[in-house]
């Protein structure tokens, strides 16, 4: 959540005591003092300290789910389920959402939070994460297809991606099971790469996503909340 209204949930009733107390650097984030009001901060992420007292606040949540296909990336939608829909009632907290999209077919690795500007700062193009996925697709794919991918591939349209790692599991005439990284997050990205070199995604599994891998143990439709290990690797995303 913004700075200020961490401290203003905290005590600090007025815009001007606010602005003093990170004036004076009577804020500290993790050590440092704070840097501007308007900065995203999270006491279960990081030490925050105030006065020389640490905040706590866990207001703010963060769950791995491992998506089922079938479930929209919606907050909310009128004909089909939502991922949202996925988690106990006590875990619907106010403001949470998904942070990117996956197709309604499309299954694996989705992170949920109420941490509002989280997912902008994920998700911002300059941050390039990275994704992999594991997908089937209707055609034999051969060094070709690895060379196009590592080049950029260019859609029908003329748009071009970024340089993509293509693996090759397995092939045979008419089935190829692949992995795929890619480190930006154009619609329908993975489908249309594919139909690039003449191949249909016939399905699509997320396995990473930035520093998250999908945990083994989480059945599909299944969630659990990020590890100390794991929020550790969010702070990066943070300001
Ligand atoms: N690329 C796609 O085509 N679909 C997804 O769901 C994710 C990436």
Excluded at 136 to 157: C, K, M, P, T, Y
Excluded at 174 to 180: H, I, R
Excluded at 217 to 232: F, I
Aim: aromatic residues 8%; positive net charge.
């Amino acid at each position: 959540m913004r700075l200020d209204k961490l401290l203003w949930k905290n005590g600090l009733a007025s815009k001007k005591k606010i602005k003093q107390a990170l004036q004076t650097n009577l804020v500290t984030i993790d050590g440092q003092p704070a840097k501007y009001l308007g900065q995203n901060v999270d006491p279960a992420l990081q030490r925050v300290f105030m006065n020389g007292k640490q905040i706590h606040d866990n207001s703010q949540v963060y769950f791995m789910l491992n998506k089922p296909k079938g479930s929209v990336t919606a907050v909310s939608d009128d004909t089909h389920p939502t991922v949202l829909d996925l988690l106990k009632p006590e875990d619907q907290r106010e403001g949470i959402y998904h942070i990117g999209r996956l197709d309604a077919n499309t299954e694996g690795l989705l992170l949920l939070t109420n941490n509002g500007p989280l997912g902008l700062r994920m998700l911002h193009p300059d941050q390039h994460v990275e994704k992999t996925y594991l997908a089937e697709v209707n055609a034999s794919l051969d060094w070709r297809a690895v060379v196009r991918f590592d080049q950029g591939i260019r859609f029908h349209d003329g748009t071009r991606c970024r340089p993509a790692q293509l693996q090759i599991l397995e092939t045979r005439i008419g089935y190829s099971l692949v992995k795929v990284t890619i480190s930006e997050g154009k619609f329908h990205q993975v489908k249309k790469m594919f139909l690039a070199v003449g191949a249909k995604v016939t399905s699509l599994k997320r396995l990473t996503f930035g520093p998250f891998k999908l945990d083994e143990n989480l059945q599909t439709g299944q969630y659990r909340p990020l590890t100390p290990s794991e929020l550790e690797s969010l702070k990066q995303f943070l300001d």
